[in-house]
């Protein structure tokens, strides 16, 4: 099952709020349309009453048009401020909310390795999106419709008491009850419905997960056990959906039931009013006129009360995203100029209470290439993230040139370093931007040398548009060997101080890994490089071998000293069951 999600988090409204201050103008322009909006909705009653009067009391045909002129231009000016007011609240929306999902996507990449495994691809994406896109229609729709129906009530009020206070003394009360009625019931839904999202969030994940990996799937019979997975996300996402709807409706129909109580009470007072006070015709209609009209703002509020739960629902978890602490804080200095020596002094860290490393000490000089040997779950790999501050040790220091890495800015330290891992990245664009990642730093001719210098030449030289040549979806048409250069070229191009190979040449064919070994060679000359070897093959681009066991750093010599040249020697240093 998915990892417990953190607990739910208070919204900051004031967050929302500083982004739409960004676009201040539009949101003016808005709030001056509504009610210029909701204006020509309570002058057409009294146009009508004052028609239905005319035409009573034998008032002549021009009267009588000019009042339908009237009626006529208010419905067409409705039309285009409706039009208006929609365009421009979504042209707000739509640009706050972008800001939302820059803001949300840079707070996400700025997270730790941890947080990734607590929150699968899968879920990320209904998250930045489908949330923030449900966000959009709270600004555009929701919000708007609620704060133009809200005046209307206001509006019809007032004109009910201006028309005859007997209506607006009887009115008064039910339209209060109904908002009252709305304001206890907002918000009864939010907590279920931001479960129900949880819900279709982490099965949205369990799915992308599955199809991702179906080939593992087919060939080793996982199918059954992962369609058992889903069905059982499948029923918990059911359950709390059928809980969240049981909570919004109920009550729709205690607001239809007043709706109903509403209209009665209008036409028994105008038929009382006509026959004791001598209302006229026109001003019983008008009566009637706005307790209907009175009706649709309030049947208007609750047909929208589920969107408005489900929004905020959405809010609650952008704000979780939001609230997600940095694992690594930004220290904000700078590397001084050079290539200084790696040091880690008692470093001591462990995977939520599990020790990955213990009291680990060494220090590499400045241009030596290091092979990190021992067996899986060692701890290698975590020494290479924590030089790149994935992780920060719980004990202990690690160093570049005497500074620690932790007082360092994190974006600097990460343009000395490069990391490249087993598993490479190739999205579905151009090879341009598969190298540069949408960088327009580089011109095309230091591209077409990056690629020539690790190998790719022939392979470029095939290709039918050079760097515009478009890459399918996950490196389809690229086999590992080229999927590893391709992330060699990349590396390439920053001109890293220090490299950081993560068992490059784990997924490789013999071949493959020879011509990844010679790249590579050429590659780390001259650079600070450790490498988490899982071939005695790679010891022969070495200059020191560091034996990594149980957390610990047993051994860090010399390669020669620990091989003497023997490959027999050299294999030794590789137990089996390494991975």
């Known amino acids: 099952m998915a990892s417990p999600e953190p607990r739910t988090a208070e919204t900051n409204w004031a967050r929302y709020v500083g982004y739409v201050r960004s676009h201040r103008r539009w949101f003016l322009l808005l709030a001056a349309l509504i009610p210029l909006d909701v204006g020509t909705q309570l002058v057409a009653p009294q146009v009508v009453r004052r028609f239905i009067d005319a035409a009573v009391g034998g008032r002549p045909q021009g009267e009588l048009a000019g009042y339908a002129m009237v009626f006529v231009v208010l419905a067409v000016v409705r039309q285009v401020l409706s039009v208006g007011t929609g365009w421009v609240s979504g042209r707000v929306a739509w640009r706050t909310t972008n800001g939302v999902r820059r803001d949300l996507l840079a707070h996400v990449l700025r997270q730790g ?89 982490s099965l949205l994940g369990y799915l992308e997960e599955n199809l991702t990996g179906r080939e593992d799937l087919n060939a080793n019979g996982g199918t059954a056990h992962a369609l058992e997975g889903a069905w059982q996300r499948i029923l918990h996402h059911y359950r709390l959906a059928r809980r969240a709807a049981r909570a919004t409706v109920t009550w729709p129909a205690a607001v239809q039931a007043l709706t109903a109580v509403n209209l009665c009470t209008a036409l028994a007072t105008g038929v009382w009013l006509s026959q004791h006070r001598g209302a006229s015709v026109g001003t019983v209609f008008a009566g009637l006129s706005y307790a209907i009209l009175l009706r649709m703002p309030l049947v208007s509020i609750t047909s929208r009360f589920q969107d408005m739960e489900n929004v905020l629902g959405s809010v609650r978890r952008i704000e979780e995203l939001f609230g997600e602490a940095h694992i690594v804080p930004d220290g904000g200095g700078t590397l001084p100029p050079g290539r200084g020596a790696v040091s880690f002094t008692g470093v001591t860290f462990a995977y939520d209470e599990r020790p990955v490393l213990s009291d680990v000490s060494f220090t590499i000089a400045a241009g030596r290439r290091v092979a990190l040997v021992g067996r899986s779950g060692g701890g290698k790999s975590t020494i290479l993230r924590m030089l790149f501050r994935q992780y920060d040790p719980q004990a202990g220091s690690v160093s570049i040139g005497g500074v620690d890495v932790r007082q360092l800015d994190v974006a600097a330290l990460r343009s000395r370093i490069t990391l490249v891992t087993q598993d490479v990245h190739v999205i579905a664009a151009t090879l341009r931007d598969n190298l540069t990642f949408f960088d327009d730093r580089w011109p095309d001719e230091q591209l077409r040398r990056a690629v020539e210098e690790v190998g790719l030449d022939t392979w470029y030289a095939a290709l039918p548009d050079g760097l515009d040549t478009r890459i399918g979806p996950g490196g389809a048409g690229l086999s590992a060997g080229e999927e590893q250069l391709l992330a060699l070229a990349r590396a390439l191009l920053t001109d890293p101080d220090i490299v950081l190979l993560d068992e490059p040449s784990a997924r490789l064919d013999p071949h493959a890994e020879r011509r990844l070994r010679r790249t590579m060679e050429r590659f780390i000359e001259g650079r600070t490089a450790l490498i988490i070897a899982h071939r005695p093959e790679t010891l022969s681009i070495v200059d020191d071998v560091m034996v990594v066991e149980d957390g610990r750093v047993v051994r860090l010599a010399p390669r020669s000293e620990l091989t003497g040249g023997s490959d027999e020697t050299a294999a030794r240093l590789f137990p089996a069951g390494r991975s």
């Open 113 to 201: 390795p941890k947080f990734f495994l607590r929150h699968p691809p899968g879920e990320l994406v209904d998250r930045m999106d489908g949330d923030v896109t449900r966000l959009a229609k709270l600004l555009s729709e929701l919000v708007l419709d609620i704060a133009v129906q809200l005046l209307l009530i206001i509006g019809i009020v007032v004109a009910l008491f201006l028309l005859d206070w007997r209506y607006g003394v009887l009115f008064t009360p039910l339209a209060v009850v109904m908002l009252l009625l709305l304001r206890r019931l907002l918000g009864r839904a939010v907590p279920l419905i931001a479960d129900r999202q949880r819900a279709e969030a």
